[in-house]
Each structure stands twice: as structure tokens, then as C-alpha cells.
């Protein structure tokens, strides 16, 4: 069995910052891709940052330049450092990862999401 915990959202202002851990356990083989997803109210679920198990990132263009996606292999761990947070970044966001729990099989994995709120 296999659990992603994320961790590190809350309440914060505009313009302030936020870091969101995720914590992979388990029957784990090894982890390829890791991201970040985030789902406001009324909206479809939307990818924010991906990192390859190679260190290659990419961002949704809402995100360029504020949020950085980083992970330790060593840990099983993904980071999410956003800063210049504004109101529309208000979401759950979503720890995903597609992890190998054998050499023949790899699923994809979610967290429990925590809530972003930015707001004055």
C-alpha cells in the first residue's frame, strides 16, 4: 500500500508565501513523475507544476516565475515553494505521483489535498 500526505497549506495574504510538502510511504519500488495539482470551487482539477524523477520541471503559465516544484528522491518527497500568492491561487491542492511498486507496475497516486487560501 502506498500513501501521499500532503502538508503546509493555510490562510495567507496576498503576496505572501506558502510551501506545500508531500510525503510518499510505502510499497515503493521507485517514484518516475511527481506534481502538483490544484482544484477551486466549481472548477476541473488543473495541473500547477510536474518534476520529472530526472529534476525536469514545467508549470502552468498562472504559476511561471512565483511557484517552484522540487523534490528529494531520497526522502520519497515533493515541495511546492509558492510565493506572490494571489486570491485566484485559493484551491485544494493535490500531491500526484506515478510510482513503481515492482519492476512490472506503476499507478498513479493521490494525496488527501490540503487548502490554499489566499485572502486579505
Known amino acids: 500500500q502506498v500513501q501521499l500526505v500532503e502538508s503546509g497549506g493555510g490562510l495567507v495574504q496576498p503576496g505572501g508565501s506558502l510551501r506545500l510538502s508531500c510525503a510518499a510511504s510505502?510499497?515503493?519500488?521507485?517514484?518516475?513523475?511527481m506534481g502538483w495539482y490544484r482544484q477551486a470551487p466549481g472548477k476541473q482539477r488543473e495541473l500547477v507544476a510536474a518534476?520529472?524523477?530526472?529534476?525536469?520541471?514545467n508549470y502552468a503559465d498562472s504559476v511561471k516565475g512565483r511557484f517552484t516544484i522540487s523534490r528529494d528522491n531520497a526522502k520519497n518527497m515533493v515541495y511546492l515553494q509558492m510565493n506572490s500568492l494571489k486570491p485566484e491561487d485559493t484551491a485544494v491542492y493535490y500531491c500526484?505521483?506515478?510510482?513503481?511498486?515492482?519492476?512490472?507496475?506503476?499507478?498513479?497516486?493521490w494525496g488527501q489535498g490540503t487548502q490554499v487560501t489566499v485572502s486579505s
Open positions: 518534476i520529472t524523477s530526472g529534476g525536469s520541471t
Open positions: 510505502g510499497s515503493i519500488f521507485t517514484i518516475n513523475g
Open positions: 500526484n505521483a506515478n510510482i513503481r511498486t515492482s519492476y512490472f507496475k506503476a499507478v498513479d497516486y
